[in-house]
């Protein structure tokens, strides 16, 4: 067994270093898209007059403000410079091409992108993490007992609930959760963040919401998993050995539906990201997605532009993690 | 009234949906293989019910879909008709009342008095504090303390039994459909439909119109005097607000999959059957915009486009010309965001299609590729668009309410639920709190979803033939009847 093994830890370190690189061309167009929706949709001649009010601006005002910001240079090809100065300086070599070392320039407050990611990682994670755990396994529990009462007046009404629950706009779960248990019952504050410790009192709401919100698309879901593999032929002769029907949800029908089940929520993780944004922007937990919200209000068009970057790594990093997770829950996947 | 007639960008995209349903529900009616799955759908009790709902949805979209600019009053004079800078609707026509009367601030529901207090001024000359009445909520009520509920109750109730009249005659004219349809009497058919004896459960969709006509006529009746549901900051009628969202919502969860449509199936099946490079270059393009977070390429995209609408006032002469090009932009990128998913489902269905024997055969009779995909692949994807279509379309109607909230959604002038709801969340540390804008948002949104998930279940029941073979409930039927036969 032990060559097997080493073997296969040789093949899965070429598999991520053929992934990475497969990843460079993906952002390389990632990067163009940003910097043609940012650059060549309007000049940033336009934006500066808008960011400085339409009406009465002065030519030189828009230059002062090209300036400032490092907008002052040829889009892509500098004929003015020497040597490689004629593409390294360049809007598009600066703004683009350098996130790719994680130098992201400076917001429009002055402060630094990257450190200012940096810090609001943490309550972004704070609350997006155990929320996630938390969903899933609640999530699977639920799909697992429709199941199990598949085809009854439970397994009816569950999914009628799931509907329902599914109808609702996230939006009016964080409103309402703010306001029962926040307003009229004072279990937690309404919205905050400190940290330590303390920051739990913060997290559970955000979470406990994030949870709700996506509980009925995703019990649904799972429950369509678990029917599928519940009809399949290994089942059946699960069953006519003797075993009970728990045993059979557990042992088979669980383990094999975590194949898609993997699937949907490795895939889901940009998406939680977009719920971190409404969710923690509602709550004031200073996290990237209140950042990146806020940036949109104030325009802030260098922390959007440095956000579609971050989001399009996390996703890509996603891919990956989904890839590898198959092999954990499927020894028959081999990366190749 | 003169008017001049104004067709904005969306309106005709909306007309040009329209005119492809009606098309296709002639194609299909003609041919039986296209007509079985649909019969299966109007089989269904819970999609008929969500598309009876639907359809009043879609009844109130169309008609504020239909816009003119009316003449100003006393332009009729000169030579040159002058027509007011304010783009109108049908709807606004039928809503007018509503429309026009506007309070001075917020107004509970089905309220006399303004909710804020304020410095009257008595006929003696003294002042006091206290709550102004409003100008139209309640305006015929002489004491409005004693006689408001009762008032409010007789408005509804007689609402109510107007519309119950009204269902009836609905219900005798489908009873009279039924009755044509299989040859027997009326009175026959009438009690067929309420035993659940017919194919379309018809009994279902007529409780479900006895409820709206029921509600709809309450609301009629009370909205003749009140605000049923207030008035917002403005003092604007909120219940208007929430049936001029209506077309917004509509709009997103329609036309863009409408706009990305063509993208998705041209890139899809080519990829799928073409393989090679064009497969590889296709895949290249779609994981690269799948990987952008989908709010924010939305938020980036319609950010910039707001900088080319400000910045070039000219092509929009209108305030509602330039809401609308915002809206057509925010259907394209969502299509955009949207998209992929579609094309891998195409692109994986073609692959395996041009495998089979009959589209080998037909490359071996020398048929032309253009030929082979828009006689044999096309038509054998088509119930995968169908059901794409549909699914996504509530959750397109609840990402516009997120992307308003965020600032990245639909013009801020323009009514949708996002603009109700992200308005509204301000005004929720108030005490007593406002919680109207919220509730017509909520109770307008959930309708419309839920309508279209049950609707949206409906179809790929009969559609997907994957999704048949796990239905537990259906499995048990089967079950039973071949126990009966055996």
């Known amino acids: ?336 | 009234m003169p008017f001049q007639s104004v067709v904005l960008w969306t309106d005709w995209l909306v007309y040009l949906l329209v005119a492809v349903i009606a098309a296709t529900m002639v194609y299909v009616r003609r041919r039986e293989h296209l007509r079985a799955p649909w019969r299966r759908v109007a089989q269904s009790v819970s999609g008929m019910v969500g598309l009876t709902v639907l359809l009043a949805f879609v009844v109130a979209g169309l008609l504020d879909s239909v816009h003119f600019r009316p003449r100003l009053a006393g332009s009729e004079a000169s030579a040159k008709a002058a027509y007011s800078i304010e783009v109108l609707s049908v709807l606004d026509l039928v809503l007018e009342p509503l429309r026009a009367r506007r309070e001075k601030t917020y107004s509970a529901p089905l309220a006399t008095e303004l909710y804020a207090r304020e410095t009257i001024e008595l006929p003696d000359g003294s002042q006091v504090r206290g709550y102004p009445r409003l100008k139209y909520g309640g305006a015929q009520l002489k004491d409005p303390e004693r006689e408001r509920a009762a008032d409010v109750w007789r408005a509804a109730l007689g609402g109510a039994a107007a519309g119950a009249v009204i269902w009836l005659a609905f219900g005798l004219l489908i009873a009279a459909v039924v009755a044509r349809g299989s040859g027997a009497h009326i009175s026959q058919a009438w009690r067929r439909i309420w035993r659940a004896e017919t194919d379309v459960p018809w009994h279902a969709i007529l409780l479900t119109l006895l409820l709206f006509c029921a509600l709809g006529g309450a609301a009629i009746a009370l909205a003749a005097n009140y605000h049923l549901f207030g008035t917002d900051k403005v003092g604007q009628d909120v219940l208007y607000q929430a049936l001029k969202s209506i077309r917004t919502a509509l709009v997103i969860g329609t036309l863009t999959t409408l706009v990305m449509l063509p993208f998705a199936l041209a890139l899809g099946i080519a990829a799928g059957y073409f393989g090679g490079w064009v497969d590889d270059a296709i895949q290249y393009v779609y994981t690269t915009l799948n990987s952008i977070p989908g709010v924010l390429l939305i938020a980036a995209a319609v950010l910039m486009m707001q900088v080319y609408i400000d910045g070039h006032p000219e092509l929009f002469p209108t305030a509602a010309d330039r809401a609308d090009f915002r809206l057509l932009i925010l259907c394209i990128i969502l299509g955009v965001t949207s998209w992929t998913g579609l094309c891998r489902l195409l692109r994986g269905e073609a692959l395996k299609l041009k495998e089979l024997e009959y589209i080998q055969a037909a490359h071996a009779f020398g048929v032309r590729h253009h030929r082979i995909i828009t006689r044999h692949i096309l038509p054998n994807v088509m119930y995968i668009v169908l059901i794409t279509v549909v699914m996504e379309f509530s959750g397109l109607v609840l990402a516009e309410a997120v992307l308003s909230y965020v600032g990245v959604g639909v013009d801020p002038s323009m009514n949708s639920f996002g603009t109700m709801i992200n308005n509204a969340r301000l005004e929720m540390a108030r005490e007593p709190m406002v919680w109207w804008s919220l509730a017509a948002a909520f109770v307008f949104m959930v309708t419309l979803v839920l309508a279209a998930n049950l609707f949206a279940d409906a179809v790929r029941d009969a559609f997907d033939p994957r999704v048949r073979m796990i239905n537990p409930l259906a499995a048990k039927a089967r079950r039973r009847e071949g126990l009966a036969k055996s």
């Not at chain 1, 070429?14 to 000049?43: D, H, M, S, W």
């Not at chain 1, 090809?77 to 400076?106: C, H, P």
């Not at chain 1, 579609?308 to 590898?324: C, E, K, M, P």
């Open chain 1, 1 to 336: 067994m032990a060559p097997a093994r080493a073997a296969d830890g040789a093949n899965v370190t070429a598999y991520i270093i053929r992934r990475l690189l497969y990843a460079v061309p993906i952002l390389l167009g990632v990067n163009v898209i940003t910097f043609a929706l940012f650059f060549l949709v309007n000049t940033p001649d336009d934006i500066a007059r808008m960011q400085l009010g339409v009406k009465r601006v002065t030519p030189e005002a828009i230059t002062k403000w090209k300036q400032e910001r490092g907008y002052d240079k040829p889009l892509l090809y500098n004929a003015g410079a020497a040597g490689a100065g004629k593409l390294t300086q360049t809007i598009f070599y600066e703004k683009s091409l350098r996130m790719f070392v994680f130098d992201f320039g400076r917001a429009d407050d002055g402060r630094d992108i990257a450190r200012e990611i940096r810090l609001r990682m943490g309550p972004s994670l704070a609350v997006a993490v155990p929320a996630f755990f938390v969903g899933l396994l609640v999530y699977i529990t639920f799909a697992l007992g429709f199941a199990f009462f598949r085809a009854t007046y439970v397994d009816f009404w569950g999914v009628v609930m799931c509907v329902a629950a599914m109808s609702i706009s996230s939006m009016f779960y964080i409103i309402g959760g703010q306001y029962l248990i926040g307003k009229l019952w004072h279990l937690v504050p309404i919205s905050g963040f400190s940290g330590g410790l303390d920051a739990l009192r913060f997290i559970v709401l955000p979470a406990a919401i994030g949870v709700l919100g996506s509980f009925g698309a995703s019990t649904r879901l799972y429950r369509t998993f678990f029917l599928e593999e519940i009809g399949k032929d290994y089942v059946r002769t699960a069953r006519a050995k003797g075993l009970s029907e728990v045993t059979v949800l557990f042992r088979h029908v669980l383990k094999n539906a975590m194949i898609p089940i993997l699937t949907g929520v490795v895939v889901a993780i940009p998406f939680l990201f977009i719920g971190g944004l409404i969710t923690e922007s509602f709550f004031g937990i200073p996290g990237l997605g209140s950042y990146t919200i806020d940036a949109i209000n104030s325009q802030d068009f260098a922390v959007v532009r440095s956000m579609v970057f971050i989001g399009s790594l996390l996703y890509i990093a996603g891919l990956l993690l989904t890839d590898i997770s198959y092999t954990l829950v499927d020894p028959r996947v081999r990366l190749t």
